[in-house]
């Protein structure tokens, strides 16, 4: 069974450094055509994409928010850990994460599975 | 960038009626080559995380009834659920994965009326 968690502080004070992990099982981030992704949602908007990071190493940024963020492989090849720099209230939001599983060859796919979300509130 | 942009916003469908939600990219998702539309479409219910109903805009994901239906290519994308059932409320995005950054769009909120 695949699944995904994510952890964090729920509560982090503006200009701060927000560390978030995420969890899996099921598969590993050492296996061809596995990727994961970091996606946001502030309260009562849409999604948005923030970062990811493929099997082979490869990185990808928003565009917007590049300069904040890096993506890296956690302690394991069952974890992915998401930074982001000089954190702001508009930062304030559930953060997922979620699997990309390509074909071989291939590196863009859909998220077929999401984690349940961490909710990060950014606040003095 | 790519820009995806879903219509309605907001949407309210009798039970058993046809919804359709649209959704359009600023430029092509179709990787030609492989005749294959990088579109998928996902859905929101309330304190969940979104869930993949439909990817390659026309296949639906394993689990998912087939009352939802998902067409189009190139720019402009459709996603028909033919006879609305209560579990259907819900906020439903569709994103492109053509390139990166990937893209969302805004959702479209649908209930029941």
């Known amino acids: 069974q695949v699944t995904l968690r994510e952890s964090g502080p729920a509560l982090v004070k503006p200009t701060q450094t927000l560390t978030l992990t995420c969890s899996f099982s099921g598969f590993s981030l050492a296996t061809s055509g596995v990727s994961v992704s970091w996606i946001r949602q502030p309260p009562g908007k849409a999604l948005e994409w923030l970062a990811r990071?493929?099997?082979?190493?490869?990185?990808d940024y928003n565009t917007s928010l590049k300069t904040r963020l890096t993506i890296s492989e956690g302690t394991s090849k069952y974890q992915v850990v998401l930074t982001m720099t000089n954190a702001d209230p508009a930062d304030t939001g559930t953060y997922y994460c979620a699997r990309i599983l390509a074909a071989p060859g291939y590196k863009n796919d859909a998220f077929d599975v999401w984690g349940q979300g961490t909710l990060v509130t950014v606040s003095s | 960038d790519i820009v995806m942009t879903q219509s309605p916003e907001s949407l309210a469908v009798s039970l058993g009626e046809r919804a359709t939600i649209n959704c359009k990219s600023s430029q092509s998702v179709l990787y030609s080559s492989i005749n294959r539309n990088y579109l998928g479409w996902y859905q929101q219910k309330p304190g969940q995380p979104p869930k993949l109903i439909i990817y390659w805009a026309s296949i639906r994901q394993s689990g998912v009834p087939d009352r939802f239906r998902g067409s189009g290519s190139g720019t402009d994308f459709t996603l028909t659920i033919t006879s609305l059932q209560a579990e259907d409320v819900a906020v439903y995005y569709c994103?492109?994965?053509?390139?990166?950054?990937?893209?969302f769009g805004q959702g479209t909120k649908l209930e029941i009326k």
């Open positions: 990071i493929d099997w082979d190493g490869a990185k």
């Open positions: 994103q492109q994965y053509y390139s990166t950054p990937y893209s």
